[in-house]
Structures are given as structure tokens and as C-alpha cells.
């Protein structure tokens, strides 16, 4: 009898902790059948029809932003940290993207191509995180005995790999969704869609790497023996590289922006090369130099000039110019003269300066103000009576959503990842804690002479201090009657 009634205890708490692991199984199920859209009233040439975006579609869209964009990188940050909150927050993203899949499915109003790229690349991310899914069942039951031991440790990298990998595809999927909405990108924008939405989400990237080195990463810069610039101006190099040979179709006539795209490839990689060169001084350690910063000024006064067609379109891209050597010259600032060449403010690499977040946003709302600046939606801006003003203003919004949201993430992690520190209590600026108010006077004035005593003065202090705390009458009961609890 009791062994029966220990068998059922066994049973339940078996099935209530592999709850959350069939709900995600059972979740992951659906991700991977294909799309299927009518496209009857899709007129010849386009790539969508004339019917407005219908409620269902809607919801699908901001259930499916939320999802991607919002709850899968946050239970990304709480398994890094191995919270208890990982799996239930999966869990909750995992159900609203197969609901926003199905409302995808159910909507009517506007139909699009079946080949689009939103369709397309359904697929594969779906199966990505089937496939995420299944390795963090397998890392839940803790199978680690014979063939599972070894197993194990390469499914644990691939949960990682793959975990950290999603959030970059969404964004991905985020921004085909958009751009399948609207029907652009098609024919002869191909090119120039690929131009914004790639560098403007390289700005952004950029961004979001700077704000993880300045919030959580200054250690790690350090233990790297190289300078930030070193990488940056590696990546800058590599990135001009690729611009050169690309932004021109060789053998071909050269046309409008041609010789400005190419030629700003041009001075990327030499001077990347030369910001290489420069991280590193004469002895052989670590330097930092203006080179990044001076190749994001340059590139922002290049790209203000850049002629356009349109009126909203050549104040959008002048105020991304603007926006980008703002980027640049407060980069160089930072680094000559509010750091002083030096990595970081502090030893320990937990402080910042408030000024050092500027460049770092700035990055963002250039990236955001150059994603939209494409032919397609400065037309579709301008035929809406929207003026440039009110456009920016909007980029400028979800720049400031998107750094807000990489500095919550970056909070969980570090408050979670990093053990707390010993710090003296400061109270208006006076060192010590408060009581009734008041700082205590002993407190004081070791404020008010710290710095101006040796060695052997501050030893004295503290002999004293220790015989004044035998000699004295107890004040423990006194003092904590007048504390607030």
C-alpha cells in the first residue's frame, strides 16, 4: 500500500515538472507546416493586392513582434544567468508565436505572392526553434549517465549557439514582414533596400556591442590584451573590403551613387588598417586611438550630401548624416578626453559616464534613420502629408525603444551574473549611513580628513576608535528604537 501510494507521489510530481517541457513540445509542433495565401487579387506586376491589412493581420504582427522581438530575448538573458524564469518565459513566447502563426494563417484583407521572403524564411527559423526546443527538453532532464555525458556538453553548446542566434533572426523575419507588407523590394529596389536595411541594421548592431562592452564588458575588453579600437577598426576594415567590390557592378557604366559608395569602401579599409596599426603603442600594449570615431564622422558627412529625388528624402538622409558624425565626433571625445586613452573610468570596469552613452545611442537612431530612408518609403511618407519632421521624430522613438530595452536586458544580466559588491552608503553626498536623518559625527569627520591623514595617523584613529567602543555605554537598544524599520 505505501509502496503504491509512493509510486503515485512519484507520478505527479513527475508529470508537474515535465509540464513546461511537453507544453513546448506540443508548441513547437505546428512552427514547421507550410504557408499558404490566396493570391487571386494580386494585379500582375505586384506583390501584394490593394486590400487594406485587416485586424487579424495586425494582431498577428504586434503578437508576433512581442513574441520574437521581446519575451525569446528576454528568457534568452535569464537562461544565460540560469534563472528559474527561463523555461516558464520560453514557454509564454513559445505559445504566443504559434498564435501569432495561426492568425497568420486566419487573416483576410490584403493577399500576398506565395514566394515572398517572409514565407520563405518561415521555415528554417521555425525549425530552429523546434530544434532549440527539443535540446532544451534533453538539457532539462538532466540525462548525464554513459553516452549521455558526452552528449550532453554539445547539446549545451548548440542550446547557446542557437539561443543566442534567434534574436538576430528575428530581426531578420521582422524586418521581411515589413517589407512583405508593404509589397517593396521588388525589381529593381532589391539593390537598394539590401544597401539600407543591411547597414542600418549594422549601425544598430554596432550600437547594441557598444552598449554591452560599456555596461558589462570593460573586463572583458581588458583580459583580451587589445584595445577596443583594435576590433573595430578590424571589423571597419573588413567592412570596406567588401564595399569596395561591391557597390558598383564592374564592367558596368558607373551611375549616380556609384563613385561615393565605392569610395567610401575605399576609405574604410585604409583607415581600418590604420586603426589597427594604432592600437597598440610602442611597447607593444594596448592603445586606443580616434580612428572608428573619425570613419563614423566622415561616413555621416558623406551620406548628408548624398543627392536625392525627393524632398523628405533629402532631409531624412541629411539628418542621418547629421545623426552619424554627432556618432562620431562624441566617440572621439570619449575616448581622448572623458576616458583619457584609458579603458575605462574605474580599475574594476563597473562605472560609466553618463556622457559615454551618447555616441552608443546615437549609433542606434542613425541606424534606424537610415533603414528608413529607402525610395520605396520615402514615396509612400510623402504621399501620406507626413513632413519630415514628424518621420524622424518616429525613428527616433524606437531608437530610443530598442537602447532601452538592450540596457534592461544588459540590467537583468548583470544584476543576476555579477555578486554584490561592499560599498559605502553615501547620503548627499556624505559618506555613512543616516540615523534620524543625521549622519553620525565620527562618520564625518573621517570624511572630512580622509586623504589628509598617513599611514600611522589612520592606524592611531582606529586604536582609538576600538577603545572608545569598550569604554563607551551601549547604544545598541537606543539606536535601533529611532531607526525606521
Same mark, same amino acid.
Given at each position: 500500500?505505501?509502496?503504491?501510494?509512493? @509510486?503515485?507521489t512519484?507520478? =505527479?510530481?513527475?508529470?508537474f515538472?515535465?509540464l513546461?517541457?511537453?507544453?513546448l513540445?506540443?508548441? /513547437?509542433?505546428?512552427?514547421a507546416?507550410?504557408? =499558404?495565401?490566396?493570391?487571386?487579387?494580386?494585379?500582375? !506586376?505586384?506583390?501584394?493586392s490593394?486590400?487594406?491589412? #485587416?485586424?487579424?493581420?495586425w494582431?498577428?504582427? *504586434?503578437?508576433?513582434?512581442? %513574441?520574437?522581438?521581446?519575451? *525569446?530575448?528576454?528568457?534568452?538573458v535569464?537562461?544565460?544567468?540560469?534563472?528559474?524564469w527561463?523555461?516558464?518565459?520560453?514557454?509564454?513566447g513559445?505559445a504566443?508565436?504559434?498564435l501569432? $502563426?495561426?492568425?497568420?494563417?486566419?487573416?483576410?484583407?490584403?493577399? *500576398?505572392?506565395?514566394?515572398?521572403v517572409h514565407?520563405?524564411?518561415?521555415s528554417? +527559423?521555425?525549425?530552429?526553434?523546434f530544434?532549440?526546443i527539443l535540446m532544451?527538453?534533453?538539457?532539462?532532464?538532466?540525462?548525464?549517465?554513459g553516452?549521455?555525458?558526452?552528449?550532453?556538453?554539445?547539446?549545451?553548446? !548548440?542550446?547557446?549557439?542557437?539561443?543566442? %542566434?534567434?534574436?538576430?533572426?528575428s530581426?531578420?523575419?521582422?524586418? *521581411?514582414?515589413?517589407?512583405?507588407?508593404?509589397?517593396?523590394?521588388?525589381?529593381?529596389?532589391?539593390?537598394?533596400?539590401?544597401?539600407?536595411?543591411?547597414m542600418?541594421?549594422?549601425?544598430i548592431?554596432?550600437?547594441?556591442?557598444?552598449t554591452?562592452?560599456?555596461?558589462?564588458?570593460?573586463?572583458?575588453?581588458?583580459?583580451?590584451g587589445?584595445?577596443?579600437?583594435?576590433?573595430?577598426?578590424a &571589423?571597419?576594415?573588413a567592412w570596406g573590403? &567588401?564595399n569596395? @567590390?561591391?557597390?558598383?557592378?564592374w564592367?558596368?557604366?558607373?551611375?549616380?551613387n556609384d563613385?561615393q559608395?565605392?569610395?567610401?569602401?575605399?576609405?574604410?579599409?585604409?583607415?581600418?588598417?590604420?586603426?589597427?596599426?594604432?592600437?597598440?603603442?610602442? =611597447? !607593444?600594449?594596448?592603445?586606443?586611438?580616434?580612428?572608428p570615431?573619425?570613419? +563614423?564622422? +566622415?561616413?555621416g558627412?558623406?551620406?548628408?550630401?548624398?543627392?536625392?529625388?525627393?524632398?523628405?528624402?533629402?532631409?531624412?538622409?541629411?539628418?542621418?548624416? $547629421?545623426?552619424?558624425?554627432? %556618432?562620431?565626433?562624441?566617440?572621439i +571625445?570619449?575616448?581622448?578626453?572623458v576616458?583619457?586613452?584609458?579603458?575605462?573610468?574605474?580599475?574594476?570596469?563597473?562605472?560609466t559616464?553618463? @556622457?559615454?552613452?551618447?555616441p552608443?545611442?546615437?549609433?542606434?537612431?542613425?541606424?534606424?534613420?537610415?533603414?528608413?530612408?529607402?525610395e520605396e518609403?520615402?514615396?509612400?511618407? /510623402?504621399?501620406?502629408?507626413?513632413?519630415?519632421? /514628424? $518621420?524622424i521624430?518616429?525613428? $527616433?522613438?524606437?531608437?530610443?525603444?530598442?537602447?532601452?530595452?538592450?540596457?534592461?536586458?544588459?540590467?537583468i544580466?548583470d544584476?543576476n551574473?555579477t555578486? %554584490?559588491l561592499?560599498?559605502?552608503?553615501? /547620503?548627499? !553626498?556624505r559618506l555613512?549611513?543616516r540615523?534620524?536623518?543625521?549622519?553620525?559625527?565620527?562618520?564625518?569627520q573621517e570624511f572630512?580628513?580622509?586623504?589628509?591623514?598617513s599611514?600611522?595617523e589612520?592606524d592611531?584613529?582606529?586604536?582609538?576608535?576600538? #577603545?572608545?567602543?569598550?569604554?563607551?555605554?551601549?547604544?545598541?537598544?537606543?539606536?535601533?528604537?529611532?531607526?525606521?524599520?
Open positions: 500500500m505505501m509502496a503504491g501510494r509512493w @509510486f503515485d512519484k507520478v =505527479d510530481k513527475m508529470a515538472s515535465s513546461p517541457t511537453f507544453l513540445a506540443l508548441a /513547437a509542433l505546428p512552427m507546416s507550410a504557408h =499558404d495565401h490566396s493570391s487571386t487579387h494580386i494585379e500582375e !506586376g505586384q506583390a501584394i490593394v486590400d487594406p491589412i #485587416d485586424t487579424t493581420l494582431i498577428h504582427i *504586434f503578437v508576433q513582434m512581442f %513574441a520574437w522581438g521581446v519575451i *525569446f530575448p528576454l528568457g534568452m535569464l537562461g544565460i544567468v540560469k534563472s528559474r527561463h523555461v516558464p518565459v520560453q514557454v509564454v513559445t504566443l508565436a504559434i501569432g $502563426y495561426a492568425l497568420g494563417h486566419m487573416h483576410g484583407g490584403r493577399e *500576398f505572392r506565395h514566394d515572398n514565407s520563405k524564411f518561415a528554417p +527559423i521555425s525549425l530552429l526553434l530544434a532549440q532544451g527538453i534533453y538539457l532539462k532532464l538532466h540525462l548525464e549517465k553516452i549521455n555525458g558526452k552528449i550532453r556538453r554539445f547539446v549545451k553548446i !548548440g542550446h547557446g549557439i542557437v539561443g543566442k %542566434a534567434l534574436p538576430v533572426l530581426w531578420t523575419q521582422m524586418l *521581411f514582414g515589413g517589407i512583405t507588407a508593404l509589397g517593396f523590394c521588388q525589381g529593381d529596389h532589391v539593390g537598394q533596400c539590401l544597401a539600407h536595411f543591411i542600418g541594421s549594422a549601425f548592431a554596432y550600437g547594441i556591442l557598444l554591452i562592452l560599456l555596461v558589462v564588458g570593460q573586463l572583458w575588453i581588458r583580459r583580451t587589445r584595445s577596443q579600437e583594435f576590433f573595430d577598426s &571589423v571597419i576594415a573590403m &567588401v569596395t @567590390f561591391t557597390e558598383h557592378r564592367g558596368t557604366a558607373w551611375v549616380k563613385w559608395h565605392t569610395t567610401m569602401g575605399v576609405i574604410w579599409w585604409c583607415a581600418g588598417l590604420a586603426g589597427v596599426w594604432l592600437s597598440r603603442d610602442r =611597447d !607593444g600594449r594596448p592603445q586606443r586611438n580616434f580612428i570615431g573619425f570613419v +563614423i564622422l +566622415i561616413t558627412w558623406a551620406m548628408s550630401a548624398h543627392p536625392q529625388d525627393l524632398m523628405i528624402s533629402a532631409e531624412t538622409h541629411k539628418m542621418f548624416g $547629421y545623426t552619424l558624425m554627432a %556618432a562620431g565626433a562624441t566617440r +571625445i570619449e575616448v581622448s578626453f576616458l583619457r586613452d584609458l579603458p575605462g573610468l574605474t580599475e574594476e570596469g563597473r562605472e559616464s553618463s @556622457f559615454q552613452y551618447v552608443v545611442f546615437l549609433l542606434y537612431a542613425s541606424g534606424f534613420l537610415f533603414m528608413g530612408a529607402t518609403q520615402m514615396a509612400l511618407v /510623402a504621399s501620406s502629408g507626413m513632413d519630415h519632421v /514628424a $518621420y521624430l518616429i525613428l $527616433y522613438s524606437l531608437a530610443f525603444l530598442v537602447f532601452l530595452f538592450t540596457n534592461v536586458l544588459l540590467g544580466y544584476r551574473s555578486p %554584490a561592499p560599498s559605502k552608503e553615501i /547620503a548627499n !553626498g555613512g549611513p540615523v534620524n536623518g543625521n549622519v553620525p559625527v565620527r562618520d564625518a572630512e580628513l580622509e586623504g589628509l591623514m599611514d600611522d589612520e592611531g584613529v582606529r586604536r582609538l576608535r576600538e #577603545d572608545d567602543s569598550l569604554n563607551s555605554p551601549s547604544t545598541i537598544g537606543k539606536n535601533s528604537d529611532g531607526v525606521a524599520h
